[in-house]
């Protein structure tokens, strides 16, 4: 099974301020790769599929990048409610596996 | 708009069996893949199976293959997940997500509102 792990395990940040959290992969996945959001009390949100492709109604600040085994994920304006924890998933391989998640919180 | 509408959650017993639906309408359910995916409390995403379209492939984590059964009934526009030998691990939020294409490609493009799942005695 592909290992995903992301970093920083938490970040604290002030509105307004860009963001980059990061996301490996054990092994690649090309660029067989999604971002989830998942704020508190809510359900995932799919943000980002195909390392890049922003899904539907997902705001322009979110940008993905990356491929193989090494990806980001870019807020470039963190708005008050982008604070959230946030995952990726491999889906390159079976089984599709998960990110332990970042935490975004209020500085 | 999509919809996915999970039930039949709750307390199960270890050993026990539960049985969770998910109706759901505003797409064509018979041309996508479907899958459930699991949050124990205040802890990540867990991946626990997946069904193609028509139902003839199916897929499971290896915490839960031999124990639990996804099927769907494209008539009714449901998919299900029976869980028999429930395990206190279990406990968990399940999820419903519908996949982007009719098999492969597991990511989840919509989630249902979660059911919670305790195994307790």
């Known amino acids: 099974e592909i290992v995903m792990t992301q970093s920083p395990a938490t970040l604290s940040v002030s509105p307004g301020e860009r963001i980059t959290l990061s996301c490996g992969a054990s092994q690649t996945v090309d660029s067989a790769l999604a971002w989830y959001q998942q704020k508190p009390g809510q359900v995932p949100r799919l943000l980002i599929y195909a390392a890049s492709a922003r899904a539907t109604d997902i705001p322009a600040r979110f940008s993905g990048s990356g491929s193989g085994t090494d990806f980001t994920l870019t807020i470039s304006s963190l708005q008050p409610e982008d604070f959230a924890v946030f995952y990726c998933e491999q889906y390159r391989s079976w089984p599709p596996t998960f990110g332990q998640g970042t935490k975004v919180e209020i500085k | 708009e999509v919809k996915l509408v999970e039930s039949g959650g709750g307390l199960g017993q270890p050993w026990g069996s539960l049985r969770l639906s998910c109706a759901a309408s505003?797409?064509?359910?018979?041309?996508?893949?479907m899958s459930w995916v699991r949050q124990a409390p205040g802890k990540g995403l867990e991946w626990v199976a997946s069904i193609s379209n028509d139902g003839d492939s199916t897929n499971y984590a290896d915490s839960v293959q031999g124990r639990f059964t996804i099927s769907r009934d494209n008539a009714k526009n449901t998919l299900y997940l029976q869980m028999d030998s429930l395990r206190v691990e279990d406990t968990a939020v399940f999820y419903c997500?519908?996949?982007?294409?009719?098999?492969?490609?597991?990511?989840?493009?919509?989630w249902g509102q979660g059911i919670l799942v305790t195994v307790s005695s």
């Open positions: 997500a519908k996949n982007p294409r009719s098999s492969g490609w597991i990511y989840f493009d919509s």
């Open positions: 505003g797409f064509t359910f018979s041309s996508f893949s």
